[in-house]
């Protein structure tokens, strides 16, 4: 592990730049040479203060940061938290109840002024460190304060008074003057949903992104972002996802890692839900749409719950913001989302090839040798039912869609192979050693079954006679009155 060399003291750096607590500041000169103001931190309440300052200072990186860009910043903040929309309205009912350094307490409305505040801010960067203190639990790289650290400063870490609660063991969280001072950032770059949205991610350059419409949000109406008044986090994040995915290319996805924190702290109660994206569907999620943008959109588009789509017809832009999709739920519960890659209704595939392949390697983990060797079975399948007629055609692919049982799909095979014969096709459907493979090799494994492999063959059928069978389907009614096939039927 690197070792972290030894930092000079907040206070020493603040003194030098020549601040008193009681004055309003000066963050304009240059900071010294190495002196490094803040670091992330990995936890999501700092890192999203931390995105804050960097976003609005026009950053990349905590080390860019200048004594001027925290200036600026405070402002901005303080003059903000000092508006009751934000004081009461957000920071006391949702994120930070009765906030003293924030002065968000109902008590101190008289009192609370962008200058009061900023004040408070700036305290907790003048505050020195008790060398006897324990080290930070957030940061590791600083004393903790010695005053306790309850959850009116920062979200979720109890209210004191039960000192089991902590994991020190004391009635109050062991967080520095700088992580604490980070937290009071968040607010600036939090999505107010339902709830209060912080969208972690790593890179940190990932995580400005997200929340880069925030800030945008807050400079525009000087109120809270809403997230484009999304109801549903998961479909809020999936959202930015692909539109930052657009401009991201899949190399750089590969060490991504995405969680969502969706919490409320209020004197009501305290819940948090954690969303955690697999990288394998960030990837997916994030370049679908520039793989195949319009089938993307089909197969999200099947997944919105009936009820809720119903309710909301006359208003389809609602749809997305408001309704759960079962399309996301399957993808951040581990479950296959190839059905809605066909619409067996119209036997026709809702995306390219291109895009279920993407899908198929990133997700279902299916290296390409074995999707080139379904996508060829496939071909030959097609190559011999093309050449039955319409009728016909449409029984054998109606056999493989019904196909639930392992020995039915068996028959499938058979019965092509059969045709291949009685149509003098040169050459075997598949040779016996690729037979075993499309049987066994998948078997009845959990993520790649026979069922996904047949899942790809009505892609493929599919996207290959589309036309014909709908016109087939049309001409026999079929629908209507669909034949059932028994075990070892010909």
């Known amino acids: 592990m690197e070792e972290i060399g030894k930092e000079r003291k907040l206070d020493e750096f603040l003194m030098g730049h020549s601040i008193k607590p009681q004055s309003r500041g000066n963050f304009s000169e240059k900071k010294p040479e190495n002196a490094i103001l803040f670091h992330w931190t990995g936890h999501p309440f700092t890192d999203a203060g ?34 009751k929309e934000w ?18 307490n109902p008590s101190m409305s008289k009192k609370r002024t962008p200058e009061a505040i900023k004040k408070n801010l700036l305290s907790l ?13 957030i940061c590791g790289r600083r004393h903790a304060r010695s005053k306790p650290v309850y959850r009116s400063d920062f979200p979720l870490v109890g209210t004191g008074g039960v000192p089991n609660y902590f994991p ?18 968040m607010p600036l770059v939090a999505y107010r949903l339902s709830r209060i949205l912080i969208i972690h991610a790593y890179p940190y350059e990932l995580m400005i992104e997200f929340h880069r419409e925030a800030i945008d949000d807050v400079k525009k109406s000087e109120l809270a972002s809403v997230a484009r008044n999304f109801k549903r986090p998961e479909n809020f994040l999936f959202k930015k996802l692909g539109e930052i995915g657009r401009n991201v290319e899949l190399g750089k996805l590969s060490g991504a890692s995405i969680t ?10 305290q819940e948090i839900d954690v969303i955690y994206i697999p990288n394998p569907i960030l990837r997916f999620v994030a370049l679908a749409s520039q793989y195949d943008s319009s089938g993307w959109s089909r197969i999200v588009s099947m997944g919105w719950s009936r009820g809720c789509a119903k309710r ?32 067996t209704s119209n036997r026709r595939a809702n995306a390219s090839w291109r895009l279920l392949s993407l899908y198929c390697s990133e997700v279902l983990g299916l290296d390409k040798e074995a999707l080139e060797f379904v996508k060829g079975v496939a071909d030959r399948i097609v190559e011999t039912i093309e050449k039955l007629p319409d009728n016909k055609l449409s029984k054998r692919v109606r056999e493989l869609e019904r196909a639930e049982k392992l020995y039915q799909f068996e028959g499938f095979f058979i019965r092509v192979e059969k045709d291949r014969q009685e149509l003098g096709i040169p050459g075997a459907l598949m040779s016996f050693d690729d037979f075993a493979r499309i049987l066994t090799s998948y078997g009845e494994d959990l993520n790649i ?16 006679l589309h036309d014909r069978l709908m016109k087939a389907s049309e001409e026999a009614g079929e629908y209507e009155e669909e034949e059932e096939f028994e075990e070892g039927e010909e």
């Open 260 to 269: 969502l924190y969706y919490f409320v702290n209020n004197n009501q109660g």
């Open 87 to 104: 004081s009461s309205g957000y920071i006391h009912a949702m994120m930070l109840p009765n906030s003293g350094i924030l002065m968000a």
């Open 449 to 464: 079954s026979w069922k996904t492999v047949r899942n790809l063959l009505l892609f493929r059928i599919y996207e290959k």
């Open 50 to 83: 931390l995105v804050a300052l960097l976003l609005l200072s026009g950053k990349e990186k905590p080390e860019d940061l200048t004594g001027e860009d925290i200036e600026k910043a405070l402002d901005f903040a303080s003059r903000l938290y000092a508006k």
């Open 168 to 185: 020190s063991g004391k009635d109050g969280a062991n967080i520095c003057s700088h992580c604490l001072f980070l937290a009071q950032m």
């Open 312 to 343: 909301l017809a006359k208003k389809p832009e609602e749809i997305e913001k408001s309704c759960q999709n079962d399309v996301y739920y399957r993808l951040l519960s581990g479950e296959s989302i190839l059905y809605y890659f066909l619409d």
């Open 125 to 137: 960067l003048h505050e020195k460190e008790n060398p006897n203190a324990p080290i930070c639990e």
